[in-house]
T-cell receptor
Framework: DSGVTQTPKHLITATGQRVTLRCSPR?????VYWYQQSLDQGLQFLIQ???????AKGNILERFSAQQFPDLHSELNLSSLELGDSALYFC????????????FGPGTRLTVT | GQQLNQSPQSMFIQEGEDVSMNCTSSSIFNTWLWYKQDPGEGPVLLIALYKAGELTSNGRLTAQFGTTRKDSFLNISASIPSDVGIYFC???????????FGKGTLLTVNP
């Protein structure tokens, strides 16, 4: 158990819909990262938040957005969903100063039908 | 953008054999890391390397940070069935706060 929690574990929705994925980092970790994992693209970095502020952006679509709240939990919002958005979405957190040492949650499997 | 080339893509070995996999990049990284992912779970950090030439062990796992800072190697000795999974290398360049992952090596161990 990494100490990072994600909900829900599975999500099935239709094209065009909007969903919210939730992540709670490990106790004490200020940074939260979101990743998308699909069979053809591998593990792709989406976005990072540090103590409530956006710090880095990766290959995140404009239809996707994220935020980190004062209690440090984070939400990833995916809108106007397409079939190609079906993937595993992981959240990770890290200790200050150890960016590479990320602790991943169990993931949310999103299926868009 | 930065890309990591990880090889081999997959390996099928017998229990007890040693395994080697590697990762190369066209860019220099400040940190190299190795993660393992079991089916249906998130990646788990195995080893982190911070200095060129550094050799670090974690039980039967040994990883090295290449001297050019553009590659890294992971060796697993005396493999066991629970070593099965996908192994990912990852590099952190330092300035962009972004961790770049390789495509992974799928390891299968036959008992």
């Amino acid at each position: 158990d990494s100490g990072v929690t994600q909900t829900p574990k599975h999500l099935i929705t239709a094209t065009g819909q909007r969903v919210t994925l939730r992540c709670s980092p490990r106790s004490g970790d200020l940074s939260v990262y979101w990743y998308q994992q699909s069979l053809d693209q591998g593990l792709q970095f989406l976005i990072q938040y540090y103590n409530g502020e956006e710090r880095a952006k990766g290959n995140i679509l404009e239809r996707f957005s994220a935020q980190q709240f004062p209690d440090l939990h984070s939400e990833l919002n995916l809108s106007s969903l397409e079939l190609g958005d079906s993937a595993l979405y992981f959240c990770a957190s890290s200790v200050e100063g150890r960016v590479g040492e990320q602790y991943f949650g169990p993931g949310t499997r999103l299926t868009v039908t | 953008g930065q890309q990591l080339n990880q090889s081999p893509q997959s390996m099928f070995i017998q229990e007890g054999e040693d395994v080697s996999m590697n990762c190369t990049s066209s860019s220099i990284f400040n940190t190299w890391l190795w993660y393992k992912q079991d089916p249906g779970e998130g990646p788990v950090l195995l080893i982190a390397l911070y200095k060129a030439g550094e050799l670090t062990s974690n039980g039967r796992l040994t990883a090295q940070f290449g001297t050019t800072r553009k590659d890294s190697f992971l060796n697993i000795s005396a493999s066991i069935p629970s070593d099965v999974g996908i192994y990912f290398c990852a590099g952190w360049g330092g300035s962009n706060y972004k961790l770049t992952f390789g495509k992974g090596t799928l390891l299968t161990v036959n008992p």
